[in-house]
């Protein structure tokens, strides 16, 4: 009988993890995310952008490529913090030696915490396992709430009420063989290199998004802490890293002129002091005394201000503008 029980204890906790991780994976339903990571596993590329929604609809690979010949994948997302992009910049060193890191700067980013939602594990669920993911349960999940920690699927329990098709959904062709034409809609498209485009079904509306704001009074301190255990990781690796804030629509821009400016003038010294390059389209003539056009000379494409250039007031810009911007942010980048 007590060798009956000492058995019963192991097999029991088995059957529990085993239970634990099904639930994961089955109710966790297939995103762009699992097929960025299949990109980052296998195409051949030297730059890397991470960041939030802005860069994700706002820095177009393709463009880059075009222009100077860049090779990225942008695996910027929204709800991404410095702790996801400084373990996504060590997973994709893993694969390949990086030239370049455009990490962008959200501001309202470095205030808030980040959200406990389905979207707080969206690139943990498909991090490969290796010891870089180890780091990464150890400083992401494990300040989480404490039942994620040991159930990630409790994050997204409400995908119990679709669980057939979420069954049917990993047995299919388009599941196992990473398809991304089930990303695209009325609305938007997804891209192998990780972009998202916008489309301008909405253009010319009315928007009355309030755009979050930088606000020096609340400033995450651990924003900083894996911002600069990502420079020292790319100064140490022999990778360039390059800090971009995205332009906005200059009526959110006047509208809230007091803390943009602020953040502004935070970033740029904060950059400045570490010696790390910065790129900031917050300002008339990106940090040169010049207007755009003479910044750029007229010669390739521009930055967007105009309202009609967003899909609101926040700054994320439709497909044609990001094409523009992306023409002056490989001008600057590269020259």
Not at 61 to 77: D, F, M, R, T, W
Not at 196 to 213: K, N, S, W, Y
């Amino acid at each position: 009988m007590h060798k009956v029980r000492k058995c019963i204890l192991p097999a029991v906790l088995i059957v529990f993890l085993s239970a634990n991780v099904l639930l994961s994976h089955i109710l966790y339903p297939y995103t762009y995310t699992r097929a960025m990571f299949r990109e980052m596993q296998t195409a051949d590329y030297d730059t890397l952008i991470v960041g939030g929604s802005h860069s994700k609809c706002g820095i177009d690979p393709s463009v880059l490529k075009s222009e100077k010949g860049v090779l990225a994948i942008n695996a910027a997302q929204g709800g991404e913090h410095t702790l996801d992009m400084y373990y996504l910049v060590r997973e994709a060193e893993k694969n390949v030696h990086l030239k370049y890191v455009i990490c962008e700067i959200d501001p309202s980013y470095w205030v808030d915490e980040p959200n406990q939602t389905q979207e707080y594990v969206a690139l943990y669920h498909e991090f490969p396992w290796s010891t870089v993911k180890i780091g990464y349960f150890y400083d992401k999940m494990l300040r989480a709430d404490f039942r994620t920690a040991p159930f990630e699927w409790y994050l997204y329990r409400q995908q119990v009420a679709h669980l057939p098709e979420l069954i049917r959904e990993k047995k299919s062709e388009e599941y196992r063989n990473f398809d991304i034409s089930c990303f695209t809609d009325e609305v938007q498209s997804y891209h192998r290199d990780g972009f998202i485009a916008r489309f301008r079904v909405d253009a010319g509306t009315t928007r009355e998004d309030v755009p979050a704001l930088w606000n020096r009074g609340n400033y995450n301190k651990d924003e900083q802490k894996y911002f600069e255990k990502l420079a020292e990781f790319c100064e140490k690796s022999g990778i360039e890293l390059v800090t971009v804030i995205t332009p906005i629509p200059d009526t959110t821009y006047e509208a809230y002129r007091d803390a943009y400016d602020d953040a502004s003038a935070f970033f740029e010294e904060y950059m400045a002091k570490r010696g790390i390059r910065m790129i900031n389209y917050l300002r008339d003539g990106r940090n040169t005394g010049q207007s755009d056009d003479a910044a750029i000379g007229n010669t390739a494409g521009r930055v967007p201000r105009d309202p009609d250039d967003f899909c609101d007031n926040e700054g994320h810009m439709f497909e044609d503008t990001a094409a523009e911007f992306t023409k002056v942010l490989a001008e600057d980048f590269i020259g």
